[in-house]
């Protein structure tokens, strides 16, 4: 199978973890009745059989089928039982389309979702929390309050960490999280099984993020910053390192002399932005072991959920 149907059976997936065997979640991308080129790479899903459909996401499931988006379908369809493949596939192949009221009830929701933005430090900055945890202004200071595991010294050989949980929503599913602090790199919101490890020849990442397909699957585009190369013009030239035009050593003393660089927009993901995850870090549900006094200066409230980087990159160097 082609990659456009290969593509066109990943989108359609994106939230079927969640919707079973229904296919109300998929008509945002294919449309009502499956009609349209999804993210504009997809073959039209309607056009293709029953059996071409169930045997894609078989493939997807046992891991014996898929090209680029192998690693995020595999996710997806590990949830979903062979009752279920066929009845996404029988769905599709016999032309009914998805019930008005589902498509506009999924729709609504997933607005919602995309408008509103969950602080996952709330917790962490409870003034109640922090007065307790407060050792300085306290006249007596238990054991039990001294480390980090919470328990006296007698029984810290007994004491478990807290564990660790990252079992999240689907992709396309998950509400966003607020950044820390403006600008910085926003968290995965949703599970991640099956998505990595993350190469340069197989980034899950881009199926759904990059910015034509971000709209229409309800997720946040990768910013300008992303397609640009910031790195300075760098050669060798009659045997001298030549940054910028300029000879190093000669006629600046070393790198760190060229304050900017010549950005360069890029019309694809600049090599050095392939790990999405270097950064972009999925979230444990379990509680944080200390209190946090820090809070982001937003400024307003667009800065929770959006990035200006591009803008204010250079701030302070010129």
């Known amino acids: 199978m082609r990659l456009g149907k290969i593509i066109a059976i990943g989108s359609l997936l ?7 065997a229904s296919t109300a979640a998929c008509a945002a991308c294919h449309g009502q009745h499956f009609e349209k080129v999804a993210m504009g790479k997809s073959k039209i899903v309607k056009d293709m059989s029953k059996e071409d459909i169930v045997k894609a996401l078989k493939g997807y499931k046992d891991g014996s089928y898929g090209g680029a ?37 999924h729709a609504a929701a997933a607005a919602v979702a995309a408008a509103t933005v969950l602080d996952i430090n709330a917790k962490s900055c409870d003034a109640a929390r922090l007065s307790k945890e407060d050792l300085g202004n306290k006249k007596v200071v238990t054991e039990e309050a001294l480390g980090l595991r919470k328990v006296d010294l007698y029984s810290e050989d007994t004491a478990e960490p ?51 397909a971000a709209k229409g699957m309800g997720a946040t585009p990768i910013p300008a910053s992303h397609f640009t190369d910031y790195r300075p013009n760098t050669v060798m030239k009659d045997g001298n390192v030549v940054k910028e035009g300029k000879i190093v ?31 972009h870090a999925p979230q444990s549900k379990g509680g944080t072991a200390v209190g946090n006094t820090f809070k982001g200066d937003f400024g307003d409230e667009s800065a929770k959920s959006h990035s200006n980087l591009i803008d204010t990159i250079n701030e302070g160097v010129n």
């Not at 760190?256 to 993901?269: E, F, M, P, Q, V």
């Open 14 to 20: 994106v939230a079927s973890s969640l919707y079973a």
């Open 69 to 105: 988006m192998k690693g995020l379908m595999k996710g997806q369809v590990a949830k979903l039982s062979d009752a279920d493949i066929e009845s996404i596939a029988g769905t599709i192949a016999s032309g009914g389309g998805v019930a008005t009221h589902k498509a506009t009830a």
């Open 162 to 212: 807290a564990k660790t949980d990252y079992k999240r929503p689907a992709p396309g599913s998950s509400q966003k999280f607020e950044r820390a602090f403006v600008n910085a790199p926003p968290m995965i919101p949703h599970d991640v099984e099956g998505l990595l490890p993350i190469t340069k020849a197989n980034n899950s990442c881009l199926g759904c993020h990059m910015p034509e």
């Open 249 to 279: 050593g000669k006629d600046i003393g070393n790198t760190s002399d060229i304050k900017l660089a010549k950005a360069k927009k890029l019309d694809h993901l600049y090599q050095g932005r392939f790990n999405c995850s270097q950064c």
